[in-house]
């Protein structure tokens, strides 16, 4: 499996607090993603990275930002919590080769009270 | 975007068959991917297909894919306990592009 790493693993906060997950990965891979696991939708995309300083929206991108200011490390920035967000995140990361795939790191549970 | 519809859950019994499935709208997916999810833990790729494939087996697993109804299946032979998990397809053109996932189900095994 990929090295791939998140922190904090859980988090509680309050509406209106920003709040920033961290993604690290030692595969040297160029692309990186967020997504939020919620019940009944399954995962969604937020936002994704191709590369250092290059990322594109998801799916569903509204509230959050991210920055990838180095190769391993893929941050999601939550400016202003909202309870909408409490879920679980997960990061991922994929090589360049055409049969690569995505591998995912273990997830941080969220709480927006 | 994309819609991936899987049924949300399913129970065997240890030792039998399970069949998982999933049917998906964008006909230009070039690769199917199923995931498993157990408790607490994240996603661990189980096997992918190729769309120009109609089935992949991979010891206990078998995929199956019908490009026609846009139907991907899953059936792990002699289901075990450590098998119970949340399963999720999903689909997409390359492994690097966004990836639409289903709602994932959740298979329980009865010992």
């Known amino acids: 499996d990929a090295g791939i790493t998140q922190s904090p693993r859980h988090k509680v906060t309050e509406t209106g607090t920003p709040v920033t997950l961290r993604c690290h990965q030692t595969?040297?891979?160029?692309?990186m993603y967020w997504y939020r696991q919620d019940p009944g939708h399954g995962l969604r995309l937020i936002h994704y990275?191709?590369?250092?300083?290059?990322?594109d929206k998801g799916e569903v991108s509204d509230g959050y930002s991210v920055s990838r200011s180095k190769t391993e490390d893929f941050l999601l920035t939550l400016e202003s919590a909202t309870s909408s967000q409490t879920s679980v995140y997960f990061c991922?990361?994929?090589?360049?080769?055409?049969?690569?795939?995505?591998?995912f790191g273990p997830g941080t549970r969220l709480t927006v009270l | 975007g994309e819609d991936v519809e899987q049924s949300l859950f399913l129970s065997v019994r240890e030792g039998d068959s399970s069949v998982i499935n999933c049917t998906y709208t964008?006909?230009?997916?070039?690769?199917l991917y199923w995931y498993k999810q157990e408790p607490g833990a994240g996603l661990q790729l189980l096997t992918y297909?190729?769309?120009?494939?109609d089935m992949k087996q991979d010891q206990r697993l078998t995929v199956l894919l019908n490009k026609k109804d846009k139907h991907l299946s899953l059936r792990i032979a002699d289901t075990q306990t450590g098998d119970s998990a949340i399963y999720f397809c999903?689909?997409?053109?390359?492994?690097?592009?966004?990836?639409?996932f289903g709602t994932g189900t959740r298979l329980t095994v009865i010992p």
């Open positions: 991922a990361s994929c090589g360049v080769g055409s049969t690569d795939t995505q591998y």
């Open positions: 595969e040297n891979h160029r692309y």
């Open positions: 990275s191709y590369g250092v300083k290059d990322t």
């Open positions: 964008d006909s230009s997916s070039t690769y």
């Open positions: 297909i190729f769309s120009n494939m």
């Open positions: 999903a689909e997409g053109e390359t492994g690097a592009n966004n990836l639409f």
